[in-house]
Nanobody, 122 residues
Framework: QVQLVESGGDLVQAGGSLRLSCRAS????????MGWYRQAPGKQRDLVAD???????YYADSVKGRFTISRDNAVNTVYLLMNSLKPDDTGVYYC????????????????WGQGTQVTVSS
């Protein structure tokens, strides 16, 4: 099996910063795209940022210029550095990884973390 464990969520004032981490463990051959999603109260879960093994990065328009996603393949970890936080950034942040568990056959499965709460006060 594969487990994703997130950390770094907290209560912070507007304008502050947080760094989220998500580490995968278990039966892993390789990891394709790693991403962060956000679910605000009463809303759907939306993609915030993701990063491919080659370093191609996507950011939602709402976080461009404030958030930075990065990955460390040696330790199967994805990070999200969040600067200039706003109350609208409040929500539960989930990481997702596309994991290939063995060389062959080439099956890739999506795994989710349990979520970490980020609360930004005004």
């Amino acid at each position: 099996q594969v487990q994703l464990v997130e950390s770094g969520g907290d209560l912070v004032q507007a304008g502050g910063s947080l760094r989220l981490s998500c580490r995968a463990s278990g039966s892993i051959f390789s990891i394709n795209t790693m991403g962060w999603y956000r679910q605000a109260p009463g809303k759907q879960r939306d993609l915030v940022a993701d990063i491919t093994p080659g370093g191609d990065i996507y950011y939602a328009d709402s976080v461009k210029g404030r958030f930075t996603i990065s990955r460390d393949n040696a330790v199967n970890t994805v990070y999200l550095l969040m600067n200039s936080l706003k109350p609208d950034d409040t929500g539960v942040y989930y990481c997702k990884m596309a994991v290939q568990r063995q060389p062959f056959p080439v099956y890739v499965y999506d795994y989710w973390g349990q979520g970490t709460q980020v609360t930004v006060s005004s």
